[in-house]
């Protein structure tokens, strides 16, 4: 039992004990939409043949845009965005009526009413192709037309569709139609079968918590052991230094030359493709294809730091064979505070259409074997409980956005994943991936064990991959395929061979052909070696396996089912009312959560003040007088507790961080804010209660916000959020955000160790502080 031994002991059995530091540019997927917390719609039954605009007419006497929000939101499955957002239908009933007036509505007349138009609306409708005739069909007879005819066919209307319209299309299907759709409705990579009907692909995600190249370079050799990773090497950055991920980029493309497979597999680090373009310029050659982040509305891509202007400027350099690597993810937008009003599933089609136009742009002039190629990776469930709760939604997430990608034109793949706070456990991710396979995604994640050992959640291991691949009959790239034959993990009769499950026959493989002389026993023995380093930086890597070939090693399962269970403790702790009170000079605040029932389901709630606090944080302001600190401390218990209440955590850190920050010159704030039930944007709230409204508009003032990290990585490590802003800029509502924000995370007894994390701390926050990058950002 867990409670039995210490959380130190346990993680050094797991060979979970190691260093973690995180350091990149913040982005806060569990924020609600700031302005959103409507009323479910009751929309009415249609009158006769009535479509969606005949009833806002009769309903209001004119057009109503919230009501034709409203009931275009309400033709979704239901899903707890749409709640937040107050566009879920209120029933069953509600549903079905908003559906039945959206299959009456004309495709031409949906297009001449935008939910929402900005620039990248526009883009996309200047990018789908102009068809009268289809104008002309309603969305029930359009979906009858994708149900009833050939790929051929489909594909000559696809250009036309807008992305509103395929938004609108598959809110009327059900599961099983979205699969019938997703199973003749290909979009292959050219030159490969990458995408192609009865082919699943892999994306090898060789995360470390330290970005150690040692790390990824062996989850790789650990994938193709599995015969699994066809599309990309791609690793998620702890830093986006661009010559920290220059340096990643180079290793993994040294993997990639050393076995010639430079025109069969990319590889990717997944920063800011500001950052992969800088990185370009460090090793020239060596990054592979570009990735970046996108959203559904200009506002949302700004949180991204992206501009259509920006992605256009940065696809004119994609001459080679790789050009864009996009996510995605329902959620996204209204999560960083850019709703709009209008349903996630919408914002979720416009993110494809953006990435339509982009391919367009990438292709124009060239024949289909020289176009870079593109691929997008719907990222579903990793946001959390505030998007959907439950299997069966992520699910249908899933299928919905496979079939909209598809009919963008896109080739397409999932993330199947969920976080540690969804109510979608290890095991309900089997049930989801045998639901959603049969609509054939072009791809999946690919990772050791279901557990991501640095973003903590949970998407497919390497030995789904396996599974699928003997369930459903799907194959992979078949140049990659020839490629594992060659170093004999794959026999010529296409089963596995001994060497399967075994990542130091590929690392011999590799020596091999990097014309290492050492004999055999020599090279596997410093494979043995390396792994015990990798797992000793809390790197699982699989070998072996159950059973079956598909079956996760049974010690290795148990493992990752301790610390999920390790994780769902940490989710639900308490911070104690006497740790709070033994915090030095604590002032205990509240936000607006209710308890811990509601902050975890209803994020928004942790970000907002409560009356009493904004109170309270004037009266602080008020004492200060002319005697105004540089620095306001904010501890909040984020979603572990137990990251700060653990011993030699949380006060070592304070500790250090104080005496680094004051032996800098900085003034701190006498007392420290310590929020029950605190989100990081709670912290900006609290800033501007502070420093809003001092009369000096160009003084900084800072923010550092120690809070709770999401758990799963059985590290129980918190992190610290570090701003610097003018007054002028924390006067404005909303305008400390995570754009100009920085965070150090993984901070723990068994990671990044708090004295040196506060040492790393100040020095940012000493950075920050002396810059200027953001006054023209406060004089906006």
């Known amino acids: 039992m867990l409670h039995k031994i210490s959380r130190k002991e346990f993680l050094t059995k797991m060979g979970l004990l190691g260093t973690s530091a995180?350091?990149?540019?913040?982005?806060?997927?569990?924020?609600?939409?700031?302005?959103?917390?409507?009323?479910?719609?009751?929309?009415?039954?249609?009158?006769?043949?009535?479509?969606?605009?005949?009833?806002?007419?009769?309903?209001?006497?004119k057009h109503d845009l919230t009501l034709y929000r409203q009931i275009v939101g309400a033709a979704n499955e239901f899903k707890e965005g749409d709640l937040t957002l107050g566009i879920a239908a209120e029933s069953e009933q509600s549903r079905a009526n908003a559906r039945a007036l959206l299959a009456n509505t004309r495709i031409g007349d949906l297009k001449a009413h935008s939910l929402f138009a900005d620039e990248l609306y526009e883009l996309i409708a200047k990018n789908s192709a102009e068809n009268a005739d289809l104008d002309s069909w309603t969305l029930g007879e359009l979906k009858a037309f994708i149900l009833s005819q050939p790929e051929a066919e489909i594909k000559a209307i696809m250009p036309a569709l807008s992305s509103d319209v395929i938004a609108c299309l598959v809110k009327l299907m059900s599961n099983e139609e979205l699969i019938q759709v997703g199973q003749k409705v290909f979009n292959p990579i050219p030159g490969t079968q990458i995408g192609s009907k009865g082919y699943l692909s892999a994306r090898v995600q060789p995360n470390s918590p330290t970005d150690h190249p040692t790390d990824i370079i062996w989850q790789v050799f650990d994938a193709w052991s599995y015969g699994v990773g066809d599309l990309v090497l791609g690793t998620n950055p702890v830093s986006s230094d661009p010559n920290s991920v220059a340096e990643i980029e180079r290793a993994l493309y040294d993997l990639i030359v050393t076995f010639g497979l430079e025109k069969t597999i990319s590889n990717c680090v997944l920063s800011h493709i500001d950052v992969q373009a800088e990185a370009e310029k460090i090793h020239p050659g060596t990054t592979g294809i570009w990735f970046q982040s996108i959203a559904g509305t200009v506002k949302a891509n700004q949180t991204f730091d992206v501009s259509i202007a920006k992605m256009q400027s940065h696809m004119e350099s994609r001459s080679g064979q790789f050009g864009l690597y996009a996510e995605t993810g329902q959620g996204a937008d209204f999560t960083n505070g850019h709703g709009e009003g209008f349903d996630m599933l919408v914002h979720e089609a416009r993110k494809y259409g953006f990435v339509r136009a982009l391919q367009s742009q990438l292709s124009e002039g060239k024949s289909p074997e020289e176009t870079p190629w593109v691929h997008v990776n719907d990222v579903a469930g990793f946001i959390g409980p505030e998007v959907f709760k439950t299997k069966e939604q992520l699910v249908r997430c899933c299928l919905e956005d496979t079939v909209m990608g598809k009919l963008h034109g896109l080739t397409i793949g999932l993330d199947v994943c969920s976080t540690l706070h969804m109510d979608v456990s290890l095991d309900d991710l089997d049930w989801c991936i045998?639901?959603?396979?049969?609509?054939?995604?072009?791809?999946?994640?690919?990772?050791?064990?279901?557990?991501?050992?640095?973003?903590?959640?949970?998407?497919?291991?390497f030995y789904n991959h396996v599974k699928i691949r003997e369930q459903f009959g799907y194959k992979i790239n078949d140049a990659m395929w020839d490629?594992?034959?060659?170093?004999?993990?794959?026999?010529?009769?296409?089963?596995?061979?001994?060497?399967?499950?075994?990542?130091?026959?590929?690392?011999?493989?590799?020596?091999?052909?990097?014309?290492?002389?050492?004999?055999?026993?020599?090279?596997?023995?410093?494979?043995?070696?390396?792994?015990?380093?990798?797992?000793?930086?809390?790197?699982?890597i699989a070998q072996g396996f159950g059973e079956n070939v598909w079956d996760l090693e049974p010690g290795l399962d148990k493992k990752i089912h301790e610390i999920y269970e390790d994780a769902k403790v940490s989710l639900w702790a308490e911070m104690p009312d006497s740790f709070v009170q033994a915090i030095p000079a604590s002032l205990p605040l509240i936000t607006q959560s209710k308890d811990r029932k509601d902050y975890v389901y209803h994020p928004e709630t942790g970000e907002k003040l409560s009356e009493k606090t904004a109170q309270q944080l004037r009266s602080m302001q008020g004492s200060w007088a002319s005697d105004t600190p540089d620095i306001q401390l904010v501890i909040s218990d984020g979603l572990n507790a137990l990251s700060l209440t653990d011993d030699n955590h949380l006060f070592p850190f304070l500790e250090n961080l104080s005496a680094q920050l004051k032996a800098k010159g900085y003034r701190l704030a006498t007392q420290n804010l310590v929020f029950t039930h605190g989100r990081v944007r709670a912290g900006y709230a609290a800033g501007e209660e502070l420093f809003g409204n001092l009369p000096d508009s160009k003084q900084k003032k800072g923010i550092i916000h120690i809070i709770g990290e999401r758990p799963g990585s059985g590290h129980h490590a918190f992190s610290a959020y570090i701003t610097?802003?003018?007054?002028?800029?924390?006067?404005?509502?909303?305008g400390v955000d995570h754009d100009i924000t920085r965070v150090v995370s993984g901070i723990s007894d068994t990671s990044l160790l708090p004295k040196l994390a506060a040492e790393q701390v100040a020095e940012i926050f000493d950075d920050l502080y002396k810059k200027q990058e953001f006054e023209a950002k406060a004089q906006a």
């Open 434 to 461: 045998a639901q959603i396979m049969p609509a054939n995604p072009a791809y999946l994640m690919a990772l050791p064990t279901k557990n991501d050992p640095m973003l903590s959640y949970l998407t497919t291991g």
């Open 724 to 734: 610097a802003a003018p007054v002028s800029l924390w006067g404005k509502k909303g």
């Open 22 to 61: 995180f350091l990149f540019q913040a982005c806060d997927f569990q924020s609600a939409d700031k302005t959103s917390a409507g009323i479910s719609p009751i929309i009415s039954a249609p009158q006769g043949e009535e479509d969606i605009f005949d009833y806002i007419r009769r309903s209001s006497g």
């Open 483 to 540: 490629f594992f034959k060659k170093i004999e993990i794959i026999g010529d009769d296409n089963r596995p061979t001994e060497h399967f499950g075994d990542p130091t026959w590929v690392y011999y493989q590799y020596r091999l052909a990097k014309k290492d002389l050492r004999t055999k026993e020599e090279i596997l023995a410093e494979g043995r070696k390396t792994i015990a380093e990798v797992e000793a930086r809390g790197v699982p």
